[in-house]
Structures are given as structure tokens and as C-alpha cells.
């Protein structure tokens, strides 16, 4: 199958960090509101905002997303972004998006937390009016940060539930703040009523994934260090857990050192929850339609498992039943086309 046939199948994305998936064009208008200098060739402009092929680790990967964050602290700015990623998701028939970002980054000037996810919603909600994709929100904490910061955010933005916040994720330098220190944080998060994704296994680091799984999370970005760990797979199965791969991404942050590590296979044959993400489109220079082609490639996925894959990710959602059953039938009509 040709990049144009996967192009055409509907899509649903889980992870996909704000910003790390803004177009260069967007990046410039950007820049240009904040009044920063960017390099005028597009070639110069995305070796600055795309992860280096001799990146090591997750930490230098997200090295790459200093260069964003001045760009991001003004309502104005964040309304944009959001904009530009469903923007870009619509292009390739993706038909549910849940967009997410850390509130924190962007409040380096004036913003409150309340402030930037309300910008945040605005752009999701007018790139709703605009394209044919239902958008919805995930409030990021960072694990390095303090936890009274990540509480203290989460506790000011829940309201805004109504508007389509959906959910909650902890990210960032999970190597040095593994999961057995978040337990508390975890723990009030899951009280405040919204449901939680969490980042787990981008670091050779199965206990930080079986530490979520006993904490009762249901959903999970990455797990590659499920690799090799047949016991801890039948406990994510047991637990009714859905995974978020995001396979460029962690070949590019060492997560898997090789496409033979990155776990696919196995968790194929087990019968794991999977969906495909991009994690970051531009940092990685990805989007939906590649992941779609790569996988096809190394594993030789089908149409078939692509629709598995999607019902997935659209019973793992974060959004209503309402929108699930509106969802799932809209993906049943496209993937009968294909395989009829």
C-alpha cells in the first residue's frame, strides 16, 4: 500500500505534546509576535526545532523544545498553536486528537495556569469550527518540577472541564523522578475526578510502568521497557491498560536502541491495548500517515490491525460515550472501504 492509502484512513491520536508539533509556519508567526529572530531558511529553522540524529537519551531529546517554550507565553500564542496542531491533524484525516501540554512552561511571564489552558481551548475549539476533527485537551505536570506546583495547577484548571480539559498526563525526566516518588502527587491528581495518562518506560525502566499499573492507571505514553518483561506485559493486559506507542520518538531517545527492541512484537502476540501516536511532530519530524507507513514496513501491520489499533484508542479515550459511539461508527464506514 502506497503513503497515500495511509494517508487516507481515519485516524485517532492520543499523545501528541503541543509543543513539540507546531508547523514551521506557525513557529515563524510565532516568533514574530514575540518579536525573536529566527533563522529565514526553513532548512536552518527545523534543524533548531527537530531532535539531532545523535541524540542519546530522553533528556537530550527534550533539550530540543528550549527553543519553543519563549515562544509560547502569551494567550495569543498558545490559541495559535493549538490551532496549528489540529490544523495539521485534520490534514491527515485524523478524526480525534487529545492535544496535551504542561501549563507551567508557558507561564514564565504573566500567564496564570487558568490563563494559558484557556488559551489552549480557545485554539482547540476554533480549529473544531474550522476542520472536520473532534480536539480535546490533557494537562500535563512535570515529574522534575514541584509537586505542589503540578497540584496547585491541576487544582486551578479542572473547571475548566466543561470546555473541553479531559484529562490529566505527568511527563518529562522520568530517569532521575521515577514513579515510586510521585505516589502522592498521583494520588490527588486521581481524586480531582478527570481521568490520568502517564508517561512510563522511556527510560530502560519497567518498575516506573508496574508502579502506574498498581497505582490504577489505565493508560500509559510509551512502555517501551515493557521489552522483554513477559511477567509485567500480563499484568498491563490484567490491568486493562492501553499503551500509546510512539515508535520514531523512542528510537530517537534511545527508549528502544533498535527497531528489534522496540517491543511491537511482542505485545502484538500478547494481545496488549495498542494505539499510534507521533508524540511530537515536528521534534521528531513525524506525523500520523509515517508512523502508519513505518509500521507497515517493520512489521508488516495491516489495514486490519490499523482499525484494531484505532477501536483502541477510541475506547481509551478520554471524551464521552457519546462521541466514542459517533467515532467508532465514522471509523467502521472508512475502514470497510478497505476492507471489503
Not at 40 to 69: E, G, P, Q, W
Not at 131 to 152: F, N, P
Request: net charge negative; charged share 20%.
Amino acid at each position: 500500500m502506497t503513503n497515500n492509502k495511509w494517508h487516507h484512513l481515519k485516524k485517532v491520536e492520543l499523545h501528541c505534546h503541543l509543543d513539540g508539533s507546531l508547523s514551521l509556519e506557525a513557529i515563524r508567526q510565532l516568533a514574530a509576535m514575540a518579536s525573536i529572530a529566527i533563522p529565514s531558511s526553513d532548512d536552518a529553522l527545523r534543524r533548531l526545532v527537530t531532535v539531532t540524529k545523535d541524540s542519546n537519551n530522553l533528556i537530550d531529546y527534550l533539550k530540543t523544545f528550549d527553543f519553543i517554550r519563549p515562544l509560547l507565553q502569551t494567550k495569543e500564542a498558545l490559541s495559535l498553536a493549538a490551532y496549528d496542531v489540529v490544523k495539521q491533524a485534520a490534514k491527515e484525516n485524523v478524526i480525534y486528537i487529545e492535544v496535551r501540554f504542561a501549563p507551567e512552561l508557558s507561564m514564565d511571564q504573566t500567564l496564570s495556569a487558568l490563563e494559558t489552558v484557556d488559551a489552549v481551548l480557545d485554539g482547540l475549539n476554533r480549529a473544531m469550527k474550522d476542520y472536520d476533527v473532534i480536539a480535546r485537551l490533557l494537562v500535563c505536570g512535570l515529574k522534575q518540577s514541584s509537586k505542589t506546583l503540578t497540584e496547585d495547577i491541576f487544582k486551578e484548571v479542572v473547571r475548566l472541564s466543561t470546555k473541553g480539559l479531559v484529562g490529566f498526563d505527568f511527563a518529562g525526566n522520568e530517569a532521575d523522578f521515577p514513579t515510586s516518588e510521585l505516589k502522592d502527587i498521583i494520588k490527588t491528581t486521581q481524586d480531582l475526578g478527570l481521568p490520568l495518562t502517564f508517561h512510563a518506560g522511556e527510560c530502560h525502566c519497567p518498575n516506573n510502568i508496574s508502579y502506574g499499573i498498581d497505582l490504577g492507571i489505565k493508560r500509559f505514553g510509551h512502555v517501551t521497557a515493557l521489552y522483554q518483561q513477559p511477567e509485567l506485559i500480563k499484568a498491563f493486559i490484567a490491568s486493562d491498560a492501553t499503551a500509546e506507542m510512539c515508535l520514531t520518538s523512542n528510537l530517537q531517545t534511545k527508549a528502544a536502541r533498535n527497531i528489534a527492541e522496540f517491543p511491537y512484537q511482542l505485545f502484538y502476540e500478547a494481545g496488549l491495548k495498542m494505539t499510534i501516536n507521533t508524540d511530537n511532530r515536528t521534534v521528531s519530524n513525524t506525523n500520523l500517515t509515517k508512523e502508519y507507513a513505518l509500521y507497515h514496513q517493520y512489521f508488516n501491520t495491516t489495514i486490519s490491525d490499523f482499525y484494531h489499533f484505532n477501536q483502541h484508542a477510541i475506547l481509551a479515550s478520554f471524551t464521552t460515550n457519546k462521541e466514542k459511539a459517533h467515532l467508532l461508527k465514522l471509523l467502521k464506514e472508512n475502514y470497510e472501504v478497505y476492507l471489503s
